[in-house]
């Protein structure tokens, strides 16, 4: 189900998903660039998921959250032709097969930084993720994630925008 874009409450980010992005003008080898990176946004619309996971480890205060996007395919072709167009560092995970299964299944994630580089590289040709992306890119600004916590650890606030951010990409899906 999809969530409505009135639902967001962010009127900032719906003014610059209703803008088209203006692209310069490119050299034939950026524009091979650029219709690889499409293709690889056309994919991710259709099959990727953007999400924050969040775990409790034992003994630590808080929950841990990480920015994580995901493909699964069916194809290893495919998964492959998907990677190393994105040229970024990313997990590939055979699923294991059930009986539901009629093919081999693959996931390809991006964690963390990777994850937020994999966006930005796709996000100029992105059209229903979009919204998810720049959601992302806000959590990732807001709440502080790829910085040290440092002696004294994150202010409480960071802590209740990170599970906001969780809930709000989750309600996008």
């Known amino acids: 189900m999809y969530s409505n874009p009135s639902d967001f409450n962010t009127p900032n980010l719906m003014k610059i998903t ?4 203006p692209l310069p003008p490119r050299t034939p080898t ?11 946004a056309g994919m991710f619309d259709g099959d990727g998921c953007v999400f924050i996971s969040r775990q409790k ?5 808080n929950r841990t959250y990480r920015l994580v996007l995901s493909l ?5 072709v495919t998964a492959d032709h998907f990677r190393a167009t994105l040229g970024l560092p990313h997990c590939l995970v055979a699923v294991r097969r059930s009986v539901s299964h009629n093919r081999q299944i693959y996931d390809v994630r991006y964690d963390g930084v990777h994850a937020l580089s994999a966006l930005r590289l796709m996000e100029p040709f992105l059209v229903r993720k979009r919204i998810e992306a ?11 994630m790829g910085v040290l ?18 809930w709000k990409l989750h309600n996008l899906k």
């Open 18 to 21: 209703s803008l088209p992005l």
């Open 30 to 40: 950026e524009q091979s660039r650029d219709l690889e990176l499409a293709w690889c």
């Open 57 to 61: 480890m034992a003994g630590r205060k």
């Open 72 to 76: 699964v395919q069916n194809c290893n």
């Open 134 to 144: 720049l959601a992302a890119r806000q959590f990732w600004k807001e709440c502080r």
């Open 149 to 166: 916590p440092g002696p004294k650890g994150l202010p409480p606030e960071v802590w209740r925008n990170r599970e906001r951010y969780y």
